[in-house]
C-alpha cells in the first residue's frame, strides 16, 4: 500500500480571497500530534457507482466517513482524492465537516480529465470530512482512506517528529502580493508562527505548492537552510496549473525557500496543511523526519534502477541511502517525477515484494513531466519498487525528503501464521509454491525457511522460533526448523514415519487432526490432536524434548496447549462428542488426565497460561448465546472464575500480566481481559473482521502486546498500549 500525497493538477485554482483561513478568524479545533499510520486502502466514497450520496452539485459538498478504517482518535486521515468525468475546469476542497471551509483547493482538474490527488485532512468533530465541487459543472467524487495519524501510545515517547495538522491556510499567493518569481530566483517565505505554525518547536512544514501562469516550461524546489539541493518539488509544463504536496525542513529564521528552476517567471501559491514537531529527542514510533532532499533515483542515467519497461516496475534500495538509515525505519517520503514518457499511463510506488495493490501514484500523459510526493513503506529487503503503468517506457527520478520512523520491534507483524515473544517483535510466515519465507519485525527482515514445502506450526518463546512442518504419509519426516537471532533457519528431522503396511486395519489410514501446539524454550515443544474413525477415537500427544521425541495417546479429542513454563504446559479435550471435558498435564516429563472440566459439563476449548502463572480455559457448550464460562487452572486444581462477557467460541491468549479474549456479542467481534479472575469489556474498532466475528489466531507477547488475526488475509487486530486498534502493516 502507498500512502499517496500529491499529483499533477490541471485547471483552475481556487482562489485566495474569500473563506481564507488567516490568523486572526475564528479558529479552528486545537489540532493535536499524532504519529503515522498506514491502512490498507479502503473506499469510502465513489458517487459515480453508489447513488447515495449522491455526486455534488456545482458549488455543493458531499460529506463522507472512513468505512471503519480510523480510530476515532484520529487527528487528521490521509485521502486519496479522485474527480471523474468533470464537464468544466474547477476543483475539489476537502475540509472538516462543520468547519468553515476554507479557499484552498485540494486538487485541480480540466473539462474531462479524471485525474487523483491526497490530502492530509482533519476530522470534523463527527468523524467526517467534506469535500467541495468547486466547478460550474457535474463530476463524480471518489475517496480513498490511505492512513490517518493518531496520538502516541500511552508511555511512548512523545517528542520529535509528530505530525500535527491544521485547516489549511494560504502562507503565499505571488499573484496578489510579491508578484512572480522571477526565472533562476528564490523567493523566502515565512512560515513559523504563522496559521498554526508555531514560532519555535516545528522542524519541518507540509505545504501545498501550486505554480500558475509558467510562461515556460520548469521546476520549483523548496528546502529550508543551506545550499539549494538538485532536486525537485514541483515540476511543470508551460501555461499549466500544478501541485504538489511537498515535506519542506524548515530554516532556523523559520523560513522555506522556494527557487524557480524555469526561463521564465512564475506564480507560486503555497498552503500550509501541517507541521512537523521538532526536539533533540530520538523520533519514536510513527514519527516523520525530514532529510536533506537527495536524489536516489533516475533511470535516465540508470543512477538505483535502468528504465523500466511497460508494465514493469524499477526496484530501488532506499535504506542505508540518501540519509535514510539503514534499520528502524518503515516508510519513506519520496518525489517522484515521470518524464520522457512514450504512451499515457500511471506510477504506483509501493513495498518490494508486495502487491501494487491497484492504486496510482501519479498519472501521466505522453511526453509530459509530472512529479508527485508519496510515502511509500519499505520492503523487507530495503527497497521500493516503482510500477510504470503504461504501454510504453517511461523514466523515473526519485528524491527522498524524509522518511518515518520505526524503532526495531515496533512494527506490526506481516500476514501469514505469527506469534511475537515481545511487542511488536514476530515473525510471520508465508507459503507459496512450495517455499516459505518468514518476515520479522525485529529488524532482521525476511528470509527463507530451507527445506520447508509449507508453514507449520510456529511458536516464539524468544527471537528463537521453532516451526514444525508435519508430514504423515508413509515413509515422510516431521521436521522441525529453527530460527536464529539473526532470522537465519537451519532445519533437522525429529521424526521418519513407516513405510506404509497393508497389513494394517482400515482405520489406521485416518489422518490425525492437529490442533494445539506450543513451545515453553527451544526445544521443548508440545503437539496436541486427535484421530476420528469407525473404530478408533482418541486423542494424541507429542513431546519434543532436544532431540527426543515421544508421543502418546489418551481417551478424548485434544484441542489446544498451553505452557507456563518450560515443561510445564496443560491441554484441553473433549470426550469426542462435544459433552464432557477434561484436561491433560504434562510436568516432570509426563502426563496426567483428569476429566473433570471442574463445576460444570461442556468439553474444555480454547487455553492460555500467564507465564509462571494460572491459565484459563473457555468452556465450549455447541452453540450457546450465553456468557462464556472460563475455568481457572492453578497446578491441576480447576475452579470456576467470573463469565467472560462474551459468546462462544471464545479465543483466549494471556501476556504476564494479564488474559484477553475474544467472542461475540449479538454476532459481531468482542473482546474482554481479565486479570484471572474477573472480566472487562474492551472497545474493538469498527472493521470487516468486527462485523463477521471471524478469529482464526489470537496470541500476546509476555509484555501485553496482542494480534489478532481473521480469515482474510487483511483482517488483523493489534493490541497495544492498553486499546485494539487495526493493523498498518498492508
Same mark, same amino acid.
Given at each position: 500500500?502507498?500512502?499517496?500525497?500529491?499529483?499533477?493538477?490541471?485547471?483552475?485554482?481556487?482562489?485566495?480571497?474569500?473563506?481564507?483561513?488567516?490568523? @486572526?478568524?475564528?479558529?479552528?479545533?486545537?489540532?493535536?500530534?499524532?504519529?503515522?499510520?498506514?491502512?490498507?486502502?479502503?473506499?469510502?466514497?465513489?458517487?459515480?457507482?453508489?447513488?447515495?450520496?449522491?455526486?455534488?452539485?456545482?458549488?455543493?459538498?458531499?460529506?463522507?466517513?472512513?468505512?471503519?478504517?480510523?480510530?476515532?482518535?484520529?487527528?487528521?486521515?490521509?485521502?486519496?482524492?479522485?474527480?471523474? @468525468?468533470?464537464?468544466?475546469?474547477?476543483?475539489?476542497?476537502? *475540509?472538516?465537516?462543520?468547519?468553515?471551509?476554507?479557499?484552498?483547493?485540494?486538487?485541480?482538474?480540466?473539462?474531462?480529465?479524471?485525474?487523483?490527488?491526497?490530502?492530509?485532512?482533519?476530522?470534523?468533530?463527527?468523524?467526517?470530512?467534506?469535500?467541495?465541487?468547486?466547478?460550474?459543472?457535474?463530476?463524480?467524487?471518489?475517496?480513498?482512506?490511505?492512513?490517518?495519524?493518531?496520538?502516541?501510545?500511552?508511555?511512548?515517547?512523545?517528542?520529535?517528529?509528530?505530525?500535527?495538522?491544521?485547516?489549511?491556510?494560504?502562507?503565499?499567493?505571488?499573484?496578489?502580493?510579491?508578484?512572480?518569481?522571477?526565472?533562476?530566483?528564490?523567493?523566502?517565505?515565512?512560515?513559523?508562527?504563522?496559521?498554526?505554525?508555531?514560532?519555535?518547536?516545528?522542524?519541518?512544514?507540509?505545504?501545498?505548492?501550486?505554480?500558475?501562469?509558467?510562461?515556460?516550461?520548469?521546476?520549483?524546489?523548496?528546502?529550508?537552510?543551506?545550499?539549494?539541493?538538485?532536486?525537485?518539488?514541483?515540476?511543470?509544463?508551460?501555461?499549466?496549473?500544478?501541485?504538489?504536496?511537498?515535506?519542506?525542513?524548515?530554516?532556523?529564521?523559520?523560513?522555506?525557500?522556494?527557487?524557480?528552476?524555469?526561463?521564465?517567471?512564475?506564480?507560486?501559491?503555497?498552503?500550509?496543511? @501541517?507541521?512537523?514537531? @521538532?526536539?533533540?529527542?530520538?523520533?519514536?514510533?510513527?514519527?516523520?523526519?525530514?532529510?536533506?532532499?537527495?536524489?536516489?533515483?533516475?533511470?535516465?542515467?540508470?543512477?538505483?534502477?535502468?528504465?523500466?519497461?511497460?508494465?514493469?516496475?524499477?526496484?530501488?534500495?532506499?535504506?542505508?541511502?540518501?540519509?535514510?538509515?539503514?534499520?528502524?525505519?518503515?516508510?519513506?517520503?519520496?518525489?517522484?517525477?515521470?518524464?520522457?514518457?512514450?504512451?499515457?499511463?500511471?506510477?504506483?510506488?509501493?513495498?518490494?515484494?508486495?502487491?501494487?495493490?491497484?492504486?496510482?501514484?501519479?498519472?501521466?500523459?505522453?511526453?509530459?513531466?509530472?512529479?508527485?510526493?508519496?510515502?511509500?513503506?519499505?520492503?523487507?529487503?530495503?527497497?521500493?519498487?516503482?510500477?510504470?503503468?503504461?504501454?510504453?517506457?517511461?523514466?523515473?527520478?526519485?528524491?527522498?525528503?524524509?522518511?518515518?520512523?520505526?524503532?526495531?520491534?515496533?512494527?506490526?507483524?506481516?500476514?501469514?501464521?505469527?506469534?511475537?515473544?515481545?511487542?511488536?517483535?514476530?515473525?510471520?510466515?508465508?507459503?507459496?509454491?512450495?517455499?516459505?519465507?518468514?518476515?520479522?519485525?525485529?529488524?532482521?527482515?525476511?528470509?527463507?525457511?530451507?527445506?520447508?514445502?509449507?508453514?507449520?506450526?510456529?511458536?516464539?518463546?524468544?527471537?528463537?522460533?521453532?516451526?514444525?512442518?508435519?508430514?504423515?504419509?508413509?515413509?515422510?519426516?516431521?521436521?522441525?526448523? #529453527?530460527?536464529?537471532?539473526?532470522?537465519? *533457519?537451519?532445519?533437522?528431522?525429529?521424526?521418519?514415519?513407516?513405510?506404509?503396511?497393508?497389513?494394517?486395519?482400515?482405520?489406521?489410514d485416518s489422518p490425525t487432526v492437529y490442533t494445539g501446539f506450543t513451545c515453553s524454550a527451544l526445544d521443548e515443544c508440545v503437539?496436541?490432536?486427535?484421530?476420528?474413525?469407525?473404530?478408533?477415537?482418541?486423542?494424541?500427544?507429542?513431546?519434543?524434548?532436544?532431540? #527426543?521425541?515421544?508421543?502418546?495417546?489418551?481417551?478424548?479429542?485434544?484441542?489446544?496447549?498451553?505452557?507456563?513454563?518450560?515443561?510445564?504446559?496443560?491441554?484441553?479435550?473433549?470426550?469426542?462428542?462435544?459433552?464432557?471435558?477434561?484436561?491433560?498435564?504434562?510436568?516432570?516429563?509426563? *502426563?496426567?488426565?483428569?476429566?473433570?472440566?471442574?463445576?460444570?459439563?461442556?468439553?474444555?476449548?480454547?487455553?492460555?497460561?500467564?507465564?509462571?502463572?494460572?491459565?484459563?480455559?473457555?468452556?465450549?457448550?455447541?452453540?450457546?448465546?450465553?456468557?462464556?464460562?472460563?475455568?481457572?487452572?492453578?497446578?491441576?486444581?480447576?475452579?470456576?472464575?467470573?463469565?467472560?462477557?462474551?459468546?462462544?467460541?471464545?479465543?483466549?491468549?494471556?501476556?504476564?500480566?494479564?488474559?484477553?479474549?475474544?467472542?461475540?456479542? %449479538?454476532?459481531?467481534?468482542?473482546?474482554?481481559?481479565?486479570?484471572?479472575?474477573?472480566? #472487562?469489556?474492551?472497545?474493538?474498532?469498527?472493521?470487516?473482521?468486527?462485523?463477521?466475528?471471524?478469529?482464526?489466531?489470537?496470541?500476546?507477547?509476555?509484555? %501485553?502486546?496482542?494480534?489478532?488475526?481473521?480469515?482474510?488475509?487483511?483482517?488483523?487486530?493489534?493490541?497495544?498500549?492498553?486499546?485494539?486498534?487495526?493493523?498498518?502493516?498492508?
Amino acid at each position: 500500500m502507498v500512502l499517496t500525497l500529491t499529483a499533477l493538477l490541471l485547471g483552475g485554482l481556487a482562489p485566495a480571497t474569500a473563506g481564507t483561513t488567516r490568523s @486572526g478568524e475564528a479558529p479552528a479545533a486545537e489540532p493535536s500530534a499524532g504519529v503515522f499510520h498506514p491502512v490498507p486502502a479502503r473506499r469510502v466514497l465513489d458517487t459515480y457507482v453508489n447513488a447515495s450520496p449522491a455526486r455534488p452539485a456545482p458549488g455543493q459538498a458531499v460529506t463522507t466517513g472512513f468505512g471503519g478504517a480510523v480510530p476515532d482518535d484520529a487527528t487528521a486521515v490521509v485521502l486519496n482524492l479522485t474527480v471523474r @468525468g468533470p464537464r468544466t475546469p474547477g476543483h475539489l476542497t476537502a *475540509w472538516p465537516h462543520g468547519a468553515p471551509q476554507p479557499a484552498v483547493s485540494s486538487l485541480n482538474f480540466a473539462a474531462g480529465q479524471t485525474v487523483a490527488n491526497a490530502v492530509v485532512v482533519r476530522p470534523g468533530d463527527d468523524g467526517t470530512v467534506d469535500v467541495l465541487n468547486g466547478s460550474t459543472g457535474a463530476l463524480d467524487v471518489v475517496v480513498d482512506v490511505t492512513g490517518y495519524f493518531a496520538p502516541p501510545a500511552p508511555g511512548a515517547d512523545p517528542a520529535a517528529g509528530r505530525f500535527v495538522a491544521g485547516t489549511p491556510a494560504r502562507v503565499l499567493d505571488t499573484r496578489e502580493s510579491s508578484g512572480t518569481v522571477p526565472a533562476g530566483g528564490t523567493r523566502s517565505v515565512p512560515v513559523a508562527g504563522r496559521d498554526g505554525v508555531p514560532q519555535a518547536g516545528a522542524s519541518a512544514v507540509l505545504l501545498n505548492l501550486t505554480t500558475t501562469r509558467a510562461a515556460a516550461a520548469g521546476y520549483l524546489t523548496a528546502w529550508g537552510d543551506g545550499a539549494r539541493p538538485g532536486t525537485s518539488s514541483v515540476v511543470f509544463g508551460a501555461g499549466s496549473t500544478t501541485a504538489t504536496l511537498a515535506l519542506v525542513p524548515l530554516g532556523e529564521d523559520g523560513h522555506v525557500s522556494l527557487f524557480n528552476g524555469s526561463t521564465k517567471p512564475v506564480d507560486v501559491v503555497a498552503d500550509v496543511a @501541517g507541521y512537523v514537531e @521538532g526536539g533533540s529527542a530520538a523520533p519514536g514510533d510513527g514519527s516523520i523526519v525530514p532529510v536533506t532532499p537527495t536524489r536516489f533515483l533516475d533511470t535516465r542515467s540508470a543512477k538505483g534502477a535502468p528504465t523500466p519497461a511497460a508494465r514493469h516496475s524499477a526496484d530501488v534500495k532506499v535504506l542505508g541511502t540518501a540519509g535514510v538509515p539503514a534499520r528502524e525505519v518503515s516508510a519513506v517520503v519520496v518525489s517522484l517525477t515521470a518524464t520522457r514518457e512514450q504512451k499515457p499511463g500511471y506510477l504506483t510506488a509501493y513495498a518490494t515484494g508486495e502487491s501494487s495493490a491497484g492504486v496510482s501514484t501519479l498519472n501521466f500523459i505522453a511526453a509530459r513531466t509530472v512529479g508527485n510526493l508519496a510515502v511509500v513503506p519499505v520492503g523487507s529487503d530495503g527497497r521500493i519498487s516503482v510500477l510504470n503503468g503504461s504501454a510504453g517506457r517511461a523514466d523515473i527520478v526519485g528524491d527522498v525528503v524524509g522518511y518515518v520512523a520505526q524503532p526495531a520491534g515496533s512494527q506490526d507483524p506481516a500476514p501469514g501464521l505469527t506469534d511475537c515473544w515481545a511487542a511488536g517483535r514476530c515473525v510471520s510466515l508465508q507459503s507459496t509454491g512450495g517455499h516459505v519465507a518468514a518476515l520479522a519485525t525485529d529488524g532482521t527482515g525476511r528470509h527463507a525457511v530451507p527445506g520447508a514445502t509449507s508453514a507449520g506450526f510456529l511458536s516464539c518463546p524468544t527471537a528463537t522460533c521453532q516451526m514444525l512442518e508435519v508430514d504423515d504419509r508413509p515413509s515422510r519426516s516431521w521436521t522441525f526448523h #529453527t530460527r536464529a537471532v539473526d532470522g537465519s *533457519w537451519t532445519s533437522r528431522v525429529v521424526k521418519t514415519n513407516p513405510p506404509a503396511n497393508p497389513n494394517d486395519p482400515p482405520y489406521y489410514d485416518s489422518p490425525t487432526v492437529y490442533t494445539g501446539f506450543t513451545c515453553s524454550a527451544l526445544d521443548e515443544c508440545v503437539l496436541v490432536g486427535y484421530y476420528d474413525d469407525t473404530v478408533v477415537r482418541g486423542g494424541e500427544r507429542y513431546v519434543i524434548s532436544g532431540k #527426543t521425541f515421544t508421543a502418546s495417546s489418551s481417551a478424548g479429542e485434544y484441542g489446544r496447549v498451553a505452557c507456563r513454563g518450560v515443561g510445564d504446559c496443560v491441554a484441553t479435550k473433549s470426550d469426542g462428542f462435544g459433552f464432557d471435558g477434561g484436561l491433560s498435564y504434562f510436568r516432570g516429563g509426563s *502426563w496426567t488426565d483428569t476429566d473433570s472440566t471442574g463445576p460444570d459439563k461442556g468439553h474444555l476449548d480454547s487455553v492460555a497460561c500467564m507465564p509462571g502463572g494460572p491459565c484459563l480455559a473457555a468452556v465450549y457448550y455447541n452453540g450457546t448465546t450465553s456468557p462464556t464460562p472460563v475455568d481457572r487452572i492453578d497446578s491441576q486444581q480447576v475452579t470456576r472464575i467470573a463469565d467472560v462477557p462474551l459468546q462462544e467460541p471464545v479465543e483466549l491468549a494471556c501476556s504476564a500480566t494479564a488474559c484477553h479474549a475474544l467472542g461475540l456479542v %449479538d454476532g459481531r467481534l468482542a473482546a474482554a481481559v481479565s486479570d484471572g479472575s474477573t472480566w #472487562t469489556r474492551q472497545d474493538l474498532p469498527s472493521t470487516p473482521q468486527r462485523a463477521s466475528g471471524d478469529v482464526r489466531q489470537l496470541l500476546c507477547s509476555r509484555d %501485553d502486546y496482542c494480534v489478532a488475526r481473521g480469515s482474510a488475509p487483511a483482517e488483523q487486530l493489534i493490541y497495544a498500549g492498553g486499546r485494539w486498534r487495526t493493523s498498518p502493516s498492508y
